[in-house]
């Protein structure tokens, strides 16, 4: 049987956390989107069993945990990890992460986004 691909999404998570430069932004943490969509490649369709596949719990509360650890000054870092930290398991290979700022403007909101794979 051929590999079996999927695209494992973890969409519209909201964290409150430090993020940016300006001194408004360091005054106090803002409220942030994050989205993720990991390419995940198994050997064979999976069993029907978590252990079979990637399981997004490890993302989200990952997530949560480096949003909580310290003030990012830009959002392209803090994607980077976020990418990072989903690449941990082999089965990913690729990741797409977005971060949005809801608050920054009261027109539009602004974000980042970054995509990983493996070579």
């Given at each position: 049987?051929?590999?079996?691909?999927?695209?494992?999404?973890?969409?519209?998570?909201?964290?409150?956390?430090?993020?940016?430069?300006?001194?408004?932004?360091?005054?106090?943490?803002?409220?942030?989107?994050?989205?993720?969509?990991?390419?995940?490649?198994?050997?064979?369709?999976?069993?029907?069993?978590?252990a079979a596949v990637?399981?997004?719990?490890?993302?989200?509360?990952?997530?949560?945990?480096?949003?909580?650890?310290?003030?990012?000054?830009?959002?392209?870092?803090?994607?980077?990890?976020?990418?990072?930290?989903?690449?941990?398991?082999?089965?990913?290979?690729?990741?797409?992460?977005?971060?949005?700022?809801?608050?920054?403007?009261?027109?539009?909101?602004?974000?980042?986004?970054?995509?990983?794979?493996?070579?």
């Amino acid at each position: 049987m051929a590999e079996a691909v999927y695209t494992i999404l973890l969409e519209g998570l909201k964290v409150t956390m430090g993020l940016g430069i300006h001194p408004h932004e360091r005054a106090a943490p803002q409220r942030v989107v994050v989205s993720v969509e990991m390419e995940c490649v198994y050997p064979e369709v999976p069993e029907d069993r978590i252990a079979a596949v990637v399981d997004y719990d490890f993302l989200r509360e990952g997530i949560r945990a480096l949003a909580a650890s310290r003030h990012f000054e830009l959002q392209e870092v803090f994607c980077e990890e976020v990418a990072a930290l989903a690449m941990r398991d082999a089965r990913v290979t690729g990741v797409r992460v977005r971060s949005t700022k809801t608050d920054q403007y009261p027109d539009a909101r602004v974000g980042c986004e970054v995509v990983r794979r493996r070579v």
